[in-house]
């Protein structure tokens, strides 16, 4: 052992070295991606559990690496997270989104809504209430078509900056979900000072349904809470119809997951609006 023990530090020197150069790359490989458009969105549908009809739609990032190929939403966000690319990359996100969103509606008579996932950094970045304010504008999407997707962990960070971008984007009409909502640690009295409209089940809450009776209290609890705060709720991850089932005894308005539709590529997802 005592032999060893240099040898493996040598090792451990180099797995983290190749690491950190792994990493550089990938951050590189993002940033020129952003550069020359090589990222793309796919639109995951919001259903009403009532009727079954999509009432909006969610955008997610997507992206192939050159060398890796399709990186997970969840690995290449937490880079560009790190590295502050998050803000860039969520300004060309919210463009792209509302424009090709705002394409689809004009001329229609119905008024689906978009949501956007929205970083921490990328909030609380100066310019981003003028930054969102201005895409809706160019691309003529009335702001009451618009939400924006926050976990609690973004607006535990900076609690009093949050509730200010989120205050001034409200009051132009633009909507807040809170996503994952259940896994942070928001008090009762802290969400009622939030400048909410809706709250997102977590999916790790809806997979229990409607065997697992802890995930059924949470559930049903945040339903609950939700319409007494006049808040909308939405049930992530609905794989299956014993879930819908479940959710729909519970009141739960509104429902997202592969049970409905896997997120699609914009046409797709159009003619799931619009049936065209
Ligand atoms: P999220 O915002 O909670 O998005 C929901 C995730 O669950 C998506 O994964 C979606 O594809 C997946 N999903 C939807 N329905 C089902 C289902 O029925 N079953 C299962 N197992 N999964 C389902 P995705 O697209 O891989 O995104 C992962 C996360 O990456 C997102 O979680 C979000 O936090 C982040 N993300 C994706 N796009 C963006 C973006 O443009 N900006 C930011 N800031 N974050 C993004
Ligand atoms: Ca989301
Ligand atoms: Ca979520
Ligand atoms: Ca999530």
């Known amino acids: 052992a005592k032999e060893r023990a240099p040898g493996s530090i040598a090792v451990f020197d180099a797995t983290m070295q190749r690491r950190a150069a792994s990493r550089l790359q990938l951050e590189g490989e993002l940033r020129r991606s952003l550069e020359v458009g090589g990222f793309r969105l796919?639109?995951?549908p919001?259903?009403?559990s009532a009727t079954g009809r999509p009432v909006g739609v969610e955008a997610l990032a997507r992206w192939t690496s050159p060398t890796r190929g399709v990186v997970s939403p969840q690995e290449f966000i937490a880079v560009a997270e790190d590295c502050g690319l998050i803000v860039e990359l969520g300004r060309w996100v919210l463009r792209e989104a509302v424009t090709t969103f705002a394409g689809w509606c004009a001329g229609q008579p119905e008024t689906p809504y978009l949501t956007v996932n929205v970083s921490g950094r990328q909030?609380?970045?100066?310019?981003?209430?003028?930054d969102v304010l201005a895409v809706l504008g160019e691309a003529?999407?009335?702001p009451a078509q618009?939400?924006?997707?926050?976990?609690?962990?973004?607006?535990?960070?900076?609690p009093t900056r949050a509730r200010q971008m989120l205050g001034a984007l409200r009051e132009a009409g633009v909507a807040t979900l809170l996503d994952d909502f259940g896994t942070g640690y928001s008090s009762l009295s802290w969400l009622r000072q939030?400048?909410?409209d809706a709250l997102k089940i977590d999916r790790s809450f809806v997979q229990g349904l409607p065997g697992d009776a802890a995930d059924a209290s949470v559930v049903s609890a945040v339903v609950a809470?939700?319409?007494s705060l006049g808040l909308t709720v939405i049930a992530e991850g609905v794989e299956d119809a014993a879930q819908l089932e479940a959710l729909v005894q519970m009141g739960c308005p509104r429902v997202q997951g592969y049970l409905f539709?896997?997120?699609?590529?914009?046409?797709?997802?159009?003619a799931t609006l619009f049936g065209r």
């Open 42 to 44: 796919v639109y995951q």
């Open 46 to 48: 919001i259903v009403d």
């Open 123 to 130: 909030l609380l970045h100066p310019g981003f209430v003028d």
């Open 140 to 142: 003529g999407l009335p």
């Open 146 to 158: 618009l939400g924006l997707e926050i976990t609690e962990s973004v607006l535990l960070q900076e």
């Open 194 to 196: 939030l400048p909410a």
């Open 225 to 227: 809470l939700g319409r």
């Open 261 to 270: 539709a896997r997120p699609v590529p914009g046409d797709e997802a159009r």
